[in-house]
T-cell receptor, first 113, second 115 residues
Framework: QQPVQSPQAVILREGEDAVINCSSS?????VHWYRQKHGEAPVFLMILLKGGEQKGHDKISASFNEKKQQSSLYLTASQLSYSGTYFC??????????????FGKGTKLSVIP | NAGVTQTPKFRVLKTGQSMTLLCAQD?????MYWYRQDPGMGLRLIHYSVGEGTTAKGEVPDGYNVSRLKKQNFLLGLESAAPSQTSVYFC??????????????FGPGTRLTVL
């Protein structure tokens, strides 16, 4: 089941902060965050695992509330290069030791000078 | 290392034609995936493979077939293309699917138009 992202779009001025939220109705093993610029492939940002472990970039932070099955991505002091569409992916166990990653519809972030 | 590559980058088909999209990775990854991306829909999983010789259905498998004869290659086939299959197709690979704890590396995408 596809996770729900909010907001759908946001416009920021350079230096402003933003929060992108991702929620699921199912119990999650992990939450992934990716950024995609127009016409390019998605690029990995961060993974948040059950139990609190995180893997990702130093300049981007995120949280994972396992009880609520929610994750938030925090973008601070935004730069023009932060512009793009942000996708969260929620990992659900699909049996036989494997999982499936289901992506949300994305949040389009535009940073203007 | 080239990472994940996809062939072709663009393709136009007529309804009913068939084609195969090739994905190759040189990172010795176990897991490989095929996604389609449509405007406003995000990425949807078509099929995936957890190792050489194995494949499994994802969220939207109808109208597609896949094969993974070699570890480094993952092929996506359209037997009889339909306009609804007009989309951008992304291949991705992952070292191994440890409960969703590894990043996926995406290829550059194939833009397919079915007339």
């Amino acid at each position: 089941q596809q996770p729900v992202q909010s907001p759908q779009a946001v416009i920021l001025r350079e230096g402003e902060d933003a929060v992108i939220n991702c929620s699921s109705s199912k119990a999650l093993y992990s939450v992934h965050w990716y950024r995609q610029k127009h016409g390019e492939a998605p690029v990995f940002l961060m993974i948040l695992l059950k139990g609190g472990e995180q893997k990702g970039h130093d300049k981007i932070s995120a949280s994972f509330n396992e009880k609520k099955q929610q994750s938030s991505l925090y973008l601070t002091a935004s730069q023009l290069s932060y512009s793009g569409t942000y996708f969260c992916g929620t990992a659900l166990y699909s049996g036989a030791g494997s999982y499936q990653l289901t992506f949300g519809k994305g949040t389009k972030l535009s940073v203007i000078p | 290392n080239a990472g994940v590559t996809q062939t072709p980058k663009f393709r136009v088909l007529k309804t009913g034609q068939s084609m195969t999209l090739l994905c190759a990775q040189d990172m010795n990854h176990e897991y490989m995936y095929w996604y389609r991306q449509d405007p406003g829909m995000g990425l949807r999983l078509i099929h995936y493979s957890v190792g050489e010789g194995t494949t499994a259905k994802g969220e939207v498998p109808d109208g597609y077939n896949v094969s993974r004869l070699k570890k480094q290659n993952f092929l996506l086939g359209l037997e009889s293309a339909a306009p609804s299959q007009t989309s951008v197709y992304f291949c991705a690979s992952e070292l191994r699917g440890l409960a969703g704890g590894n990043e996926q590396f995406f290829g550059p995408g194939t833009r397919l138009t079915v007339l």
